[in-house]
């Protein structure tokens, strides 16, 4: 298993659905496909699972990636990522995260939780733009854009504010 992982927790999808998408990605990137070491928690956003919590074993890192369109439903995110970095201190959380409305954003939400973002340049950890040149107009920065916002994919790091923020290349 890359990165000495024991486990991978995603939500929001039938279980049915998680184990294809975890096959497939497996397949991916050369791992095995054997998923009986993994054990699989769906949960929805703006629920707090605190029989995960209590069972949960040690995690090095939350992975989270949203696919959201609707303003009402950041908050339930934001809520469950509040809930996770409070029983979770020191595990990081990374997000890739796209504005898709200049009507509103996540900072709003993640500032009402305390938490904020930092974004993480994408040459911190040798991203590859020939790799994914079939992705359309997709656009890779490493500051706020101006223009364009329904075309750009934030990768941050997000923390409760009261914690030292000084981003670490993963």
């Given amino acids: 298993m890359k990165c000495g992982a024991s486990g991978v927790y995603l939500q929001e999808l039938p279980i049915g659905s998680l184990l294809e998408m975890q096959r497939t990605l497996f397949a991916m990137n050369g791992l095995s496909t054997d998923l009986g070491a993994f054990r699989q928690v769906t949960f929805k956003w703006g629920t707090f699972p605190l029989d995960f919590v209590k069972e949960a074993p040690e995690i090095g890192l939350f992975m989270a990636a949203d696919c959201i369109y609707d303003k009402n439903d950041f ?6 990522i509040a809930f996770f970095l409070d029983k979770f201190r020191n595990v990081p959380l990374v997000m890739c995260y796209q504005d898709r409305n200049l009507m509103y954003s996540i900072i709003e939400p993640l500032d009402f939780w305390g938490l ?3 974004l993480i340049p994408v040459d911190s950890f040798g991203f590859d733009p020939e790799q994914f040149a079939s992705l359309n107009d997709l656009t890779m920065i490493q500051d706020f854009p101006t223009e364009s916002l329904d075309k ?16 670490v290349p993963l």
């Fill in 152 to 167: 750009v994919i934030f990768l941050m790091e997000v923390r409760r504010i009261d914690e030292n923020f000084t981003f």
């Fill in 75 to 80: 908050d339930d995110l934001v809520a469950t």
């Fill in 116 to 118: 904020k973002a930092a």
